[in-house]
């Protein structure tokens, strides 16, 4: 038996050495890990549930205590439509289905096909993905405009639930399923709470659980000094976190160096500093842990997720306070998964099954139940990126082969033109900007089976549609559109003819109904040919892309 070969050290976590080796090992009984991941889960759904009615609500403001929404039993039962959960739980279902070897390609592809609604860099890239991009060139920044995003960050929990103590596995996992979505510091941002997790299995010494997420990724990156920065500030003032998330705000929103590639407020490095106030400030209370995370601002249901469920993994499922368990139902689905609750778990458990074998570790039994051995390793973080001075593409695009896989096919800015061929036949792009990710959209944006998104090139320059018309004399001739605007924002609709304007009106988003029809008779041009152009004009340059369901030519006879 190998556990004769042990030496006596059986301590939950505690590195030995085996006989006639010169690995270390940690020891885990799959008793223990299993109540620490179910926790890990927890704290997440915890937090989500918590955070949810907050989420940016409050940017660069601290949230007042008055406005701190009450923790009730029954609130647990909110997660189970939130992508904080759903996304990650996609990578577990490609893990489960094709083994830890599954295929950065074959990741994608289950991304693409996933139907839930995405906001940020996860839409980006899997719009990346649905036009034949495929990774790791769906988080490059030369197509994706959100690769600092916070999206890898809220999903990686997954990672470190299912490597305990092992954090290149952590890292590999990144390198997959974060690069889907996000690049550099996108990723990174991930990789470091993964790392945390992983760690939590371990020990609940926060700074040595902050130290294990730091290594791994590159220490240049922004993120790291971002979480450096964190824990000196909280070293030089334990007792005043509300001082410290000014100093946040001061180099990581304000500080034009540390806004590089940033989509504001869901940049992950301020996010990121929001996870590790809540983790540093609670000082191992979960109250407090949530509610500083949440009370910091900005994505503030994410943030106390992330922080929740690192904390809650280092006690246990076990040791949690009932309110955090009770309520919980174990029968219900979360949205867009094949996982209730306990399958959550169970698929878990397989996983990190495979992937403690596959780091070259061992499973055991002695007299109180079977155990993992985990080789203990010394984190390598991948090569330093830049998203503002990224790495060459990959220039990898799916093969037909693939695309057949993917149920959902979407044309973005690199081959709008030959979409707008195909859908909306005899009309040219010109001028379109590549903000809020423009593109051909199928059956996912606002009900309608296709959608046109375009967006404004810039303040004063709009992005136009045009083509030539020759109007037959006698029958009736007329332009034909519907257009929206995106939720509460609002643009300037601009019809001209051979540069004259015949219409301009403000499509708002926040009138009724949400498609907006509109007409011009072109009956007083018969005999002539004329050159149409219809604008997306920018407005106040807020959210400005314009959605074109219809625009077309129709003849009365």
Known sequence: MLSRLILCCSLLGMVFPLAASDVSYRKLYVSDYRDKMAAGWLGQIVGVSWGAPTEF??????????????????????????????????????????????????????????????????????????????????????????????????????????????????????????????????????????????????????????????????????????????????????????????????????????????????????????????????????????????????????????AAGVLFTTLGKSRLPAQYTEKLNLEKAFSYTAYNFPQLLDVCEKLTRQTVLAAGGKIDRDEKGEFFLIPAQKAKPLPWELSWEPAPIADSRFTEEEMAQIRFRVYLLHNLQEGIDRHFPGWQITNCGKDMEPGIFFNSLYGKPIVLKTHPLDRTTPCVLSRQVTVKSGPKTTLQGSVAAHETYHWKLIVRVDDTVVLEKLIDGQESPRWKDFSVDLTPYAGKTITLCVENFPNDWQCEAAYWNQLEITTEH
């Open 57 to 306: 609500r409050w940017c660069d403001k601290i949230i007042p205590e008055d406005q701190v929404p009450q923790w009730k039993p029954e609130m647990i039962n909110d997660a189970f439509g939130q992508d904080d959960l759903y996304v990650e739980m996609t990578f577990l279902r490609t893990l489960e289905k094709y083994g830890l070897n599954a295929s950065i390609r074959q990741a994608g592809i289950d991304f693409a096909n996933s139907q839930y609604p995405l906001w940020c860099a996860n839409n980006a890239g899997r719009n990346n993905l649905r036009s034949g991009i495929a990774p790791p060139d769906s988080g490059h920044p030369k197509f994706n405009s959100c690769p600092n995003d916070i999206d890898y960050q809220i999903e990686a929990d997954f990672s470190g639930l299912i490597a305990p103590g092992l954090p290149n596995q952590v890292i590999a996992l990144g390198d997959k399923f974060g690069r889907l979505m996000n690049y550099s510091d996108g990723i990174y941002g991930g990789m470091f709470v993964g790392g945390m997790y992983a760690e939590a299995f371990f020990t609940d010494d926060l700074f040595q659980i902050i130290d294990a997420g730091l290594a791994c990724i590159p220490a240049e990156s922004q993120y790291a000094e971002m979480v450096r920065d964190m824990v000196r500030w909280y070293r030089e003032n334990p007792h005043d976190w509300q001082a410290t998330w000014e100093k946040c705000q001061e180099k990581y929103r304000r500080n034009p160096e540390y806004q590089k590639c940033s989509n504001g407020g869901i940049d992950v490095k301020i996010n990121g500093a929001y996870i590790l106030l809540g983790m540093l400030y609670g000082q191992g209370n979960l109250e407090e842990t949530v509610v500083i995370s949440m009370r910091a601002g900005q994505d503030s249901d994410c943030n106390p997720s992330n």
